[in-house]
């Protein structure tokens, strides 16, 4: 009893039949039967493919190019998952360019020096030997304290004595014109 609704009267057309050019009685055309097409038909067909013995030896060379540039250790293989099982098979498969990156050593000379991520390894800390330590001492003189205060003291007043009298020749060296 679908369609009935809650007897409030007959479902009305929402537009005018007779509009589109059919009467009240007419029958209705038949329904297609197939989809409409995806695609409209191509107007232009697409240009065959180049053949010959110079195309030939462009494909082989990209090919031998891409395959040269996956084995490079710089080429990085994306990760497959683990699976759940382990088979026995699995030690067996042969390893891949990804696995050999792990292995690569860089030439460290062709690279800026910002990229090396190997730390120097520290200088050992000074150990004391018993016996160098006295003959250290021996050869190092004692130096008098009074001795180092009148160096300091004679450097210090030579160079106030130099640093004035830079000072005093450009005003002696003036002549005024009157």
Sequence with gaps: MAGM???????????NIEAIGFGKGDALPPTALQPPPLFPPRENL?????????TDYQVALK????????SLPYFLKIETKKKDIVRYSDKYHSKGAGDLASEWVPDWRRLPKELNILQK????????????HDKMAKK??????????????????WTFISFSHSKSRPEQEVIHSN
């Design 140 to 157: 190092v003189k004692p130096v008098d304290k009074t001795e180092i205060l009148k160096t300091l003291e004679d450097w210090i007043m």
């Design 63 to 70: 090919q031998e190019f891409r395959l040269a540039m996956k």
């Design 121 to 132: 390894s520290r200088k050992a800390k000074n150990v004391k030997l018993k016996g160098v």
């Design 5 to 15: 609704g809650r007897g409030r009267g007959r479902g009305q057309m929402t537009f």
């Design 46 to 54: 697409p240009l065959p493919l180049q053949t010959g013995e110079e």
